[in-house]
């Protein structure tokens, strides 16, 4: 992908999954080009029945529909929880690159891990990571709706990671060590309606780069919105898809490939100031390492006598202390 084009390249998943050594090479190829320049690819044949995608698209739906108190019942009391609901405004996703910025323009319900793994000891910020979620009791299909999803996000994101391995030319399982006991988040996000005097050019989501390893990203098929910073600093609008994902690399991700690729910039807009902007949903599985991996340089990402950009550091660690950095201040919110 180049400034001349406003296409991100897309990568057939299933192809891989099912190839020969020669065609996963290839592919693999491939995606380390993407890696390195965009950080951005669409996924086809990725596996994921599209009933499982549709349920869990109506549920949120549905969940956003509620009445604001009912929504507000599932706000977390815990500051800085990262499961439940998020009310509009309530984040601001440029401040966790340093700038300073309104609040984003939208709301949000967000889940952890089903269950915390077992045999861990309640390490710093364990609880932060697999605390109890929380459900809208008002909708009694949206639990076993949001856990299939979540699960066959888990088998997807297993699947890109081993794409991914073989781009690094590591062996195929390497990255399942890291995510056996995963910090995967699931998160709905929506985007409502505004009119021209709500000065809609305003960012609905600010720039920002993803926290963990990979986001595997259900946009909205109608509505479009989101934009991806290139190398040049142009910013492009991503394909509207309709049956397939998008997914790009996060921050953590650049660290272990000691910046060979990278955790692009992205935002979503809406619009112009003169034109009312239509409702928007999406839904973004976060794919993050265990919260006690180690994120350190990958030596195939290393040249001979190459010293690391980056000192390890423990996933968990770095998670936190973004997730905290996007919350909105009260004394903002007045």
Request: charged residues 20%.
């Amino acid at each position: 992908m180049n400034d001349n084009s406003d296409d991100i390249p897309a990568i057939d998943l299933g192809a891989f999954v099912n190839g020969s050594k020669e065609q996963k090479g290839l592919i693999a190829a491939d995606v380390d080009e993407i890696c390195q320049t965009t950080g951005f690819l669409v996924v086809d044949n990725h596996g994921v029945p599209a009933e499982i995608t549709d349920r869990a698209w109506s549920a949120a739906r549905a969940f956003f529909d509620l009445p604001l108190e009912q929504k507000l019942a599932l706000h977390s009391d815990e500051p800085n929880c990262p499961r439940g609901y998020f009310p509009f405004a309530e984040e601001s996703l440029a401040r966790t690159l340093g700038v300073e910025s309104p609040p984003d323009r939208k709301e949000a319900f967000s889940s952890g891990p089903p269950a915390p793994p077992s045999g861990h000891s309640r390490a710093k910020n364990f609880d932060f990571f697999y605390g109890e979620n929380r459900w809208p009791g008002e909708l009694p299909e949206f639990r076993d709706a949001w856990l299939d999803y979540y699960r066959a996000m888990e088998g997807l994101g297993a699947r890109i990671m081993q794409l991914l391995a073989c781009a690094l030319k590591l062996d195929e399982d390497y990255f399942a060590p890291f995510h056996g006991h995963h910090l995967g988040a699931l998160r709905a996000l929506n985007y409502p309606a505004s009119s021209s005097p709500e000065n809609t050019a305003e960012h609905r989501a600010g720039a920002h780069s993803d926290y963990g390893t990979v986001t595997i990203l259900k946009p909205d098929p109608l509505v479009g919105g989101l934009e991806v910073q290139l190398p040049s600093a142009k910013w492009v609008m991503a394909p509207p898809v309709a049956d397939s994902f998008i997914v790009n690399l996060g921050d953590l991700m650049a660290r272990w490939t000691n910046n060979r690729w990278i955790s692009t910039v992205h935002r979503v807009t809406g619009g112009t100031a003169d034109s009312a902007v239509p409702r928007r949903q999406a839904i973004a599985y976060f794919m993050n390492p265990n919260y006690d991996a180690e994120i350190a340089a990958i030596p195939t990402c290393l040249d001979v006598d190459e010293t690391a950009n980056f000192a390890p550091i423990l996933a968990g660690d770095y998670l936190v202390n973004k997730f905290r950095a996007a919350q909105v201040a009260e004394e903002a919110e007045g």
